[in-house]
């Protein structure tokens, strides 16, 4: 055998359980992960249908909040805290804000904390 084809073996057993290893944790983070971010995806869009509403313009915080909570429902996202939502004052109007923390149980007794803010702006009155 030539010295070349000697030093070319490829990986070992251990090298290929090391890949295959973190491929599983990395598959396994990414699946526990994924719904959170698919969720907030979906309050992000429905937070721009409602931003983009022209019947909530001189509505107050009650229909904008109404109005946003039945487009969730029908989207099927559930299970957020009461506070993730408001309506804040801004500089030229109002704006919805989304602040929200989700904590995701990945393997063990390890958890990852997600953390999500997004804002949008309201029609003007």
Do not use: C
């Not at 509403?53 to 487009?71: A, I, P, T, W, Y």
């Not at 949008?120 to 009155?125: F, G, H, N, T």
Request: hydrophobic residues 45%.
């Amino acid at each position: 055998m030539s010295g070349v084809a000697r030093r070319q073996r490829g990986v070992g057993m251990v090298g290929a359980m090391a890949w295959l290893g973190l491929a599983v944790l990395l598959l396994t983070v990414g699946f526990r992960l994924a719904p959170s971010y698919i969720d907030y995806l979906t309050v992000k869009s429905a937070m721009n249908a409602t931003s983009e509403d022209q019947e909530l313009k001189g509505k107050g915080r009650l229909e904008v909040m109404s109005s946003l909570g039945r487009r969730l429902e029908v989207n099927n996202i559930r299970g957020l805290p009461a506070d993730a939502f408001s309506v804040e004052p801004d500089g030229s109007g109002r704006q919805l804000v989304a602040a929200y923390e989700v904590r995701v149980p990945v393997l063990f007794n390890i958890d990852a904390i997600l953390s999500f803010d997004h804002r949008a702006p309201l029609p003007r009155q």
